[in-house]
């Protein structure tokens, strides 16, 4: 296993990656609301494994608000709480500083195999999935990883 450095480069390895596994449980603190969203902050680091090569670490202290499913009742009741550990991998992507230059896509396509590899069912990965190609833009690339939305 080696830790990520920036230079390296995740999808030449293969032309489709094959597998994002997140190593550690979900530990977190709610510091309240920003924006109408419940922030999270990680209390100890997060590892997370790509083609079972490449090792990234989440830091603690990071800040996330998980996965951003809008508050309507049905969209919410269907896919709303759900995929906590893959909406964080997921937003340290988006960040500037997070180690690697990924294209927005890239980062979207991660999110989708972390949900699958975590054994997300296809009616609940392919509109999460979808939703961030559809709503994730306003948000690529807007913060450092270090980025405090409570402080």
């Not at 790509?50 to 896919?79: C, E, G």
């Not at 509109?127 to 807007?142: E, N």
Request: proline share 5%; with cysteine; aromatic share 14%.
């Amino acid at each position: 296993m080696m830790e990520l450095k920036r230079s390296d480069c995740i999808f030449c390895d293969n032309k489709k990656l094959l597998s994002v596994d997140i190593l550690d449980p979900f530990s977190g603190t709610d510091l309240g609301l920003f924006n109408s969203r419940t922030v999270w902050q990680l209390n100890k680091p997060m590892r997370v494994i790509v083609n079972k090569k490449y090792l990234f670490i989440i830091p603690a202290m990071f800040q996330t608000d998980l996965a951003s499913v809008p508050r309507i009742p049905i969209v919410y009741a269907l896919w709303g709480d759900r995929a906590h550990k893959e909406a964080i991998w997921h937003d340290y992507l988006y960040r500037t500083n997070c180690g690697l230059i990924l294209a927005r896509a890239q980062c979207d396509y991660l999110f989708k195999l972390a949900m699958i590899g975590r054994g997300q069912p296809w009616y609940i990965y392919r509109p999460m999935y979808r939703g961030v190609r559809l709503g994730g833009g306003s948000s690529y690339h807007q913060f450092p990883v270090n980025h405090k939305y409570i402080k």
